[in-house]
């Protein structure tokens, strides 16, 4: 019998999964590689992502169609879902055998592999953002002060709170992207203009802090985080 698929696709944002920006070359890579091994496609199911939700029903959704219909999971790209520990350990505690098209040979090990780097990255970025959050506090900073410019109700705009709760949001972007930064630096090497850059960022399923799409603005910050 042939081996039956279930595949799984992952866009950023709404915007992304309305005009297939990104999905259409996933879909592409698992119909090519079911196509050139006989696999038979049985559905398709499309996360999209927001970066505000840690839970994935779409993926939730593929693994119970797998085990009903006895079928393998498919994603396009390994390297696009890596850093993403709760696809891994998702994957990992459901027990369902999975392909990934740029990687055929990739097997449960390099999921612990994966999940291992995923989640000491993941960690690290949150003691980097505690120790800036601790130390703005130290330095007499209120933590959910107002935004820059904002002024507080019965006084007036406090500059300096303003000015250090900058520094930690720009602590917490700084983390955010770190993983990206050497790729869009390399990327400006390249001669890719910013708007470029973030057209392809988009294009690969890279999401925002806030879900929404990248713009050249952003990816300026980037650069300055690759240089700091």
């Given amino acids: ?6 595949a799984y696709y992952r866009v950023s944002t709404a915007k992304q999964g309305a005009s297939g920006l990104g999905l259409e070359g996933q879909e592409a890579a698992v119909a090519a590689y079911a196509k050139s091994n006989n696999f038979i496609l049985l559905r398709s199911y499309t996360e999209v992502e927001t970066g505000k939700r ?26 696009r ?10 994957l990992m505690e459901s027990g369902v055998d999975f392909i990934a098209c740029d990687n055929p040979h990739a097997n449960r090990l390099t999921l612990h592999i994966l999940a291992a780097v995923a989640e000491d990255e993941a960690r690290r970025i949150s003691e980097r953002t505690r120790a800036a959050l601790a130390a703005y506090k130290a330095r007499g900073g209120v933590l959910g002060a107002a935004r820059p410019g904002a002024r507080r109700l019965g006084g007036g705009a406090n500059p300096a709170a303003a000015r250090r709760a900058g520094e930690v949001s720009a602590a917490r972007a700084r983390d955010a992207y770190a993983h990206l930064a050497p790729l869009v630096a390399r990327w400006r090497a390249e001669g890719l203009s910013h708007r470029r850059i973030a057209a392809r960022l988009d294009a690969a399923g890279y999401a925002t802090r806030s879900g929404k799409p990248w713009n050249h603005t952003q990816v300026t910050r980037v650069l300055k985080y690759s240089m700091s």
């Fill in 54 to 79: 840690s839970d994935r029903p779409e993926l939730a959704r593929a693994l119970a169609d797998c085990k009903l219909s006895r079928a393998t999971l498919v994603i396009a790209k390994l390297d």
């Fill in 81 to 90: 879902l890596s850093r993403n520990v709760h696809f891994l350990s998702g």
């Fill in 1 to 6: 019998m042939a081996t039956r698929l279930v």
